[in-house]
């Protein structure tokens, strides 16, 4: 069974700019979970979809948003693009979202 | 919500001794706790994890205990190698039904 792939796997952007970031689970799993690590902060909990609907968020700001589609496959976006956003952004699947989840190799994204 | 506090930092120990990282939870809700490692430039993985109606879990020389009452879990790793360097993260999931993780745990051992 394929595990979490996400792309791009790295990303430069410049201050201003939007980026999205897409991840497809594996196979079965309904619930996608995206999260961002950085050095000082570990790992933050964005959101979470589950059957295309967001069913948990984090304490970020409105510029994170995200989708789920039919097939599971979710993409992140964020907008208006600022330099404390430079991050590793993971995304992990599960069954149900209850249970153990599964991590893709992350979205390096730097903003310069 | 779900505050997870992690310690220590950094942790050191030599090659065969044992290491135990530590993780306190707030959400007396919280019925799910996972433990991943993370090795440089790889994504973390589960390595062991446990939930709320069991206080101890082992799994070769890994070792998750769990304190309800005190709203604490440990994990322990015996007979340390040196591929059990990396970034150890322990995570509790809530009412809130989010997985919240600890700050982390970089473990070296020296041989």
């Known amino acids: 069974k394929a595990g979490v792939t996400q792309t791009p796997r790295y990303l430069i952007k410049t201050r201003g700019q939007q980026v999205t970031l897409s991840c497809s689970p594996i196979s079965g799993h309904r619930s996608v979970s995206w999260y961002q690590q950085t050095p000082g902060q570990g790992l933050q909990f964005l959101f979470e979809y589950f059957s295309e609907t967001q069913r948990n968020k984090g304490n970020f700001p409105g510029r994170f948003s995200g989708r789920q589609f039919s097939n599971s496959r979710s993409e992140m976006n964020v907008s208006t693009l600022e330099l404390g956003d430079s991050a590793l952004y993971l995304c992990?699947?599960?069954?149900?979202?209850?249970?153990?989840?599964?991590f893709g190799p992350g979205t390096r994204l730097t903003v310069l | 919500g779900e505050n997870v506090e992690q310690h220590p930092s950094t942790l050191s120990v030599q090659e065969g001794d044992s290491a135990v990282i530590k993780c306190t939870y707030s959400d007396s809700a919280s019925n799910y706790f996972p433990w991943y490692k993370q090795e440089l430039g790889k994504r973390p993985q589960l390595i062991i994890d446990?939930?709320?109606?069991?206080g101890e879990k082992k799994d070769q020389r890994i070792a998750v205990t769990l304190n309800k009452t005190a709203k604490h879990f440990s994990l322990h790793i015996t007979e340390t190698q040196p591929e059990d360097s990396a970034v150890y993260f322990c995570a509790a999931k809530g009412g809130a039904q989010k997985l919240v993780f600890g700050q982390g745990t970089r473990l070296t051992i020296n041989p």
């Open positions: 446990i939930r709320s109606n069991v």
């Open positions: 992990a699947s599960s069954l149900a979202g209850w249970d153990e989840q599964f």
